[in-house]
């Protein structure tokens, strides 16, 4: 059949015209392959596109993590510094106490054999 004409053509088999019309197995093989393979470029996409959120919540805490340790850790090296500074002090008046004690002890020492 002609595609312009609404008659028969003599010299066109309607047969010839018809699996013109159709697709090979060939191609619709080629097509289902295509497809497949879009389709499978589709899911690694969105499971690529899903990791990379994962990643960026994961990042997320452990970023806030790494911040909550660093405060602490700050906090322990500030109470640190205040406990050791007490701890010199506390030494500084033990050693003063020490000599007062020592001078007293020699001072009856001395009376004593005197």
Same mark, same amino acid.
């Given at each position: ?8 053509? /003599?010299?066109? /088999?309607? @047969?010839?015209?018809?699996?013109? %019309?159709? /697709? ?5 093989? $080629? #097509?289902?392959? #295509? !497809?497949? !393979? %879009? $389709?499978? #470029?589709? +899911? &690694? &996409?969105?499971? +690529?596109?899903? #990791? ?5 919540? @994961? ?27 007490? +701890?010199? %002090? ?6 003063? !106490? ?13 009376? +004593?054999?005197?």
């Amino acid at each position: 059949m002609c595609s312009f004409c609404s008659t028969k053509s /003599p010299h066109v /088999p309607l @047969v010839f015209t018809l699996h013109r %019309l159709k /697709p090979s197995k060939k191609q619709n093989q $080629n #097509r289902h392959v #295509r !497809l497949g !393979l %879009l $389709n499978r #470029r589709r +899911a &690694l &996409l969105q499971e +690529a596109r899903q #990791r990379n959120r994962m990643m960026v919540v @994961v990042k997320e805490e452990i970023e806030m993590k790494n911040l909550k340790l660093y405060v602490e850790n700050k906090s322990i090296i500030e109470e640190n510094d205040k406990l050791r500074k007490q +701890a010199v %002090l506390l030494h500084k008046e033990n050693q003063a !106490l020490l000599t007062q004690l020592q001078k007293k002890l020699s001072a009856q020492h001395n009376k +004593a054999f005197s």
